[in-house]
């Protein structure tokens, strides 16, 4: 249950620009964190983070409070999920397997193919663990998709030298299909040649050491695919990914790379019908890893976010090319080290995108998963067009300026509440409409404004001290 309301506030002004705020921990409690995934579990409309700690052999739900706070957690699994310092072993997947309208968790054991799910009663609670199927062999998951077009969610997976993929029948089962690609590596699938259904893009590895080939393969509809078309030759892929880039209604292709001094960005033009040209490449300098493609500026075109060893970067789209890149997070940690994931979703319930990220240092030490707020910044108080109050400058430097719709009384109240939900500052209302708050001793980062009405119902602002 929130015990703030989340707000939209329509200004307005006459600049306006956007930014990161400060890192908020979702958990620092737990070691070997290899994977998460972000779904609402309980139901009650915010998104929970799932991850795997695989030192300390759990699977773990995260929940959020509405404010981007994760107070509590539901252990769903003790089994042993890590066998092995430094070893990636868990990879998980957040689908409805048995339809009944809420998000249950999918798991595989990677060096063992092992595949089993745990059901979701809707509330946050988990059954027990159920398998799926025993593939035998390492197996890392690729992409979901419906790939024979029967309205059930198939995955698709990378073995050993192969791609095959799990056919959703039905009452909880999967029916594995191998293809015949020898060598194939990551993929994802994406409606490559618009006909309507879900083709797969992979890579492939070539007969000359640290080399590539990026293919795609055509789905007839139901699932059979027909023989590989080569797109481009590329040394050591690292992540596939897919959007409009340029906004003219068909999918292209985005390549992370990290070897030597072949990295960066790649982006790959479809025309249409599944050729591709070479477009836009950038960073060349810089080890890219994971990639996340999301509209964060709402501005109805993708942009992305690519992380390097050190740093999750934001590159916007600009009337279909990526600019220059922003960091979002930056942090000093052992040698080598690595951002292994990131991901979107409105965490703290504001109507924006924010970006969550986890942090692996090498050998076998693990940094927390945290999230960053994306929002827009008010260069200038305007006109309130809403009967919500308002604060700026946001970011506070020194002192702000609060604009309520209402005078408070005595009756009423005004909080600053940290990331921890302690109660850091109390405001004593003065009768008007307008407070000025000073930034004090206040530490540099995230705070929620909490204003409680005469009538006892509160509303929040989210602030940023710099």
């Not at 979702?26 to 991850?51: A, R, Y």
């Not at 030192?55 to 773990?60: E, K, Q």
């Not at 500052?425 to 000073?438: D, M, Q």
Request: overall charge negative; some cysteine.
């Amino acid at each position: 249950m929130r015990s703030l309301l989340c707000f939209v506030l329509l200004l307005s002004f006459r600049g306006l620009t956007a930014q990161f705020g400060p890192p908020v921990i979702v958990f620092d409690s737990l070691t070997g964190s290899v994977d998460f995934e972000l779904g609402d579990m309980d139901g009650d409309g915010d998104t929970d983070v799932v991850t795997g700690s695989a030192a300390d052999s759990l699977l773990v739900c995260f929940l959020n409070n509405g404010q981007g706070l994760f107070l509590d957690s539901v252990h769903i699994s003790h089994l042993p999920i890590y066998d092995g310092p430094g070893t990636i072993i868990n990879e998980l997947i957040l689908m409805d397997l048995d339809q009944d309208g809420d998000q249950d968790i999918i798991q595989c054991l990677v060096e063992q193919g092992d595949v089993h799910w745990y059901m979701n009663d809707g509330s946050g609670h988990f059954g027990p663990r159920t398998p799926i199927l025993t593939i035998g062999i390492w197996t890392v998951f690729g992409d979901t998709a419906d790939l024979d077009a029967d309205g059930l969610t198939d995955i698709t997976l990378w073995t050993i030298g192969q791609i095959a993929w799990l056919r959703n029948t039905g009452a909880n089962g999967f029916a594995l299909e191998i293809q015949p690609y020898q060598n194939a590596l990551r993929n994802t699938t994406v409606d490559v040649d618009g006909d309507g259904d879900q083709d797969i893009v992979f890579l492939k590895a070539s007969a000359f050491p640290d080399e590539e080939i990026l293919h795609w393969t055509a789905n007839n509809g139901n699932g059979a695919l027909g023989p590989p078309t080569p797109i481009a030759t590329v040394p050591f892929g690292c992540s596939l990914g897919h959007a409009d880039v340029e906004g003219d209604g068909d999918e292209d292709l985005l390549l992370t790379r990290c070897w030597a001094s072949q990295q960066g960005l790649h982006v790959y033009l479809n025309d249409g019908s599944g050729a591709f040209t070479l477009g836009q490449t950038m960073l060349p300098t810089v080890c890219l890893h994971d990639m996340e493609i999301a509209d964060l500026d709402g501005d109805a075109d993708p942009d992305l976010l690519v992380h390097n060893q050190l740093n999750t970067l934001y590159l916007p789209n600009i009337s279909g090319v990526f600019g220059p890149p922003q960091v979002v997070s930056s942090f000093t940690a052992p040698n080598p080290c690595w951002i292994t994931i990131v991901a979107t979703a409105d965490i703290n319930g504001d109507g924006f995108l924010d970006v969550v990220d986890s942090h692996h240092a090498a050998p076998g030490t693990y940094l927390p998963i945290q999230w960053y707020g994306y929002f827009p910044i008010i260069d200038a108080i305007g006109s309130v067009t809403s009967d919500a109050p308002f604060f700026a400058p946001n970011p506070l430097e020194d002192r702000a300026r609060l604009v309520l719709p209402l005078a408070l009384d005595s009756r009423g109240g005004i909080e600053l509440v940290d990331v921890h939900g302690r109660v850091v500052r109390t405001l004593a209302s003065n009768g008007s409409r307008e407070v000025v708050i000073e930034r004090g001793l206040l530490d540099g980062g995230l705070y929620v404004l909490r204003v409680v009405a005469q009538d006892g119902r509160s509303t929040a602002l989210r602030l940023v001290v710099q």
